[in-house]
């Protein structure tokens, strides 16, 4: 496996959710304004940086599940690049990845990690993490 396509695929994925996150920020404090109460500068929210500030919340969690299934997707891809012995594997999790749980002739079909589907569920929950890992 090589893990520095691994780290290098997913280091630029959290550059593109790291400035897509800073552009919000740029915005909600572009939208704040600057009042001086008894000789003190404050700094207020606008209805505008309100909603951002309300909108930033999704789109944090948005980039959370996004991250979380695109490191699987990259781990799968990867996985696929290397030869395994599907008798290793343990029968449970090879049952898992095949399409028909119930039939046992899954030693002869190729094994594609990357034909699993992840499905998040539209809401990551510690529910939904583990069931990636049992």
């Known amino acids: 496996m090589n893990y520095k396509n691994i780290k290098e695929e997913l280091s630029l994925d959290i550059l593109w959710r790291y400035q897509e996150l800073t552009n919000i920020k740029k915005i909600y404090v572009t939208n704040l304004t600057k009042t001086t109460i008894m000789g003190i500068e404050r ?9 951002i500030l309300r909108s930033a919340v999704p789109m944090i ?6 991250f979380f299934k695109k490191s699987i997707e990259v781990l799968n891809h990867e996985l696929d690049q290397i030869d395994i012995d599907l008798n290793k594997l343990d ?6 990845l095949c399409r028909d749980k119930h039939n046992e002739k899954y030693k002869n079909i190729k094994l594609n990690f990357s034909d699993i589907i992840i499905d998040t569920e539209s809401n990551i929950s510690w529910k939904v993490i583990e069931k990636f890992y049992r």
Do not use: R, V
């Not at 029968?91 to 898992?96: C, G, R, T, Y």
């Open 43 to 51: 700094t207020q929210n606008t209805s505008e940086s309100k909603y």
């Open 61 to 66: 969690y948005a980039h959370w599940e996004g």
């Open 91 to 96: 029968n449970i999790l090879l049952a898992s």
